[in-house]
């Protein structure tokens, strides 16, 4: 009786995660069909939209070679540079301004005055001053992952509770005591959101800088392989790029999770 | 030696500005509290009571009068003063133990650690170091908060609302344990509130007040022996007459 039960019990547990894999393949799946469907009845040419099963083959040529791998290796080495030292300077100098007004009113117009400047558009003159390779597209991912994590160390700074610096004013605390226990964990939350979106530019950002030149990296795999007709290649590339993405952001989102614990016990999970 | 340490309040006004108008909040308010008194003080929410508080404690300076600790004119925030307020604005991020670590500014770890153990066990939360906030009843909260405005020895301890928030057995248990804390110690004690019976049960003093702007209309003496029984006849017609008094409104 009781193993007729727990058999039941383990029957409902494997059915339930079955169906919450199954949500979540079903819109791929559905798209993957219907992208088949279009490329099966001869409605586009292979040339503009491979099928699936083309595309399936590019990829596995391209990772048994070891040219993904190259490739999207060196793309992932240019962002993690670039996110390094967008985070580095992010995070200080949000903190600076934050916590000194003095350095608010003096930097604040300048660095507001930069931000809308897409970080593309300065690829003209950071190949001038870096070269083609390295030096530009890093400069290029740490401009356009620093504005989103320094606006949000700047945020998360300006939303400290009114309630936590009275308090410290009563208690006397010292301003040191003051940042690194009240200021910084308050703006934690934020700090992490900033780098996240900040990584997510800053991958977008390398692929735009090697989709314009250059002659490595995962973005300039793409142009050499449109200007082949190669158009399984770009979208593998494309599908490539968005996974790598998503897995990045996911390490994040586990990190964040571990770092704010206390969020999780504060809000009872 | 007992009038060095007392609390004086003298003409006592403040005005708030907001959008160009200004409101009276205090109006010639004067009260002497001697060392380790219990002086409550009721009023409607709004009444500004809590203001006083906030003019005691440090955190506002801007007002008209004179205000006195010690002899002294208050001119900012200070040890000398703890304060406990309606919520108990513990750091979500730091434990029990962390927090308490987050109210004393010197000494050594001994002597903080030592202070730590003696009021949290003051407040029957020995065993509870390792807990963060959220994992804490609202009781249990106010309780380190309470500890927490003990730890640095503050002559004076200004409590605002400290139980509002709380249900009602939590309330009476915690109004329980401040007295005991009171009479262990030699603190004084003054006590915002809009609970008449809190007000009473605790107070050597309760001073009513009114509102917009807030003045003192009356001020009774508790003279009943401690403990108070709530349900005493004495004890019931001095609520009666608070209460009664609160109710004449000009």
Known sequence: MEMVLHRAVA??????????????????LVLLTIWQGITASGMVKPFLLPSPVQVLHALSIMIYSGELAIQLGTSIVRVLEGFALAAFLGVSLGLLLGIFPIMFELMDGTIQLLRPIPPIAWLPLAILWFGIEEGSKIFIITLGAFFPIFINVLDGIRQTDQKFVELSKVLEVPRSK??????????????ISGLRIGLGYAWMCVVAAELSGGMKGIGYMM????????????????????????LMDSILKALEVKIIKWKGAFTGG | MIENKCLVIDNLSKVFSSGGKEFLVLENVSLRVAQHEFLSIVGASGCGKSTILRIISGLDIDYKGKVTL???IITGAGLDRGIVFQEHRLLPWLTVQENMEFAINKGNEEDKLALISEHL?????????????????????????????????????????????LDALTRLKLQQEILDIWEKGKTTMIMVTHDIEEAVYLGDRVVVMS??????????????SRPRNRSDLAFLQLRESIYREFQERT
């Open chain 2, 211 to 224: 509102d917009r702007p807030g003045t003192i209309k009356k001020e009774f003496s508790v003279n009943l």
């Open chain 1, 11 to 28: 029957y409902t547990s494997n059915l339930f995660s079955w169906m919450i894999f199954w949500k979540k393949i079903v819109v791929p």
């Open chain 1, 178 to 191: 003051f940042i690194l226990k009240v200021i910084i964990p308050s703006a934690l939350p934020f700090i």
């Open chain 2, 121 to 165: 066990e003051l407040v029957g939360l020995t065993g509870f170091e390792k807990f963060y906030p959220g994992q804490l009843s609202g009781g249990m909260a106010q309780r380190v908060a309470i500890a927490r405005a003990l730890v640095n020895r503050p002559d004076i301890l200004l409590l605002d609302e400290p139980f509002g928030a």
């Open chain 1, 223 to 246: 142009t050499d392989a449109r200007s082949l007709a190669q158009t399984d290649k770009v979208l593998v590339g494309m599908l490539a790029i968005g996974a790598i993405g998503k």
């Open chain 2, 70 to 72: 010690s002899g002294e």
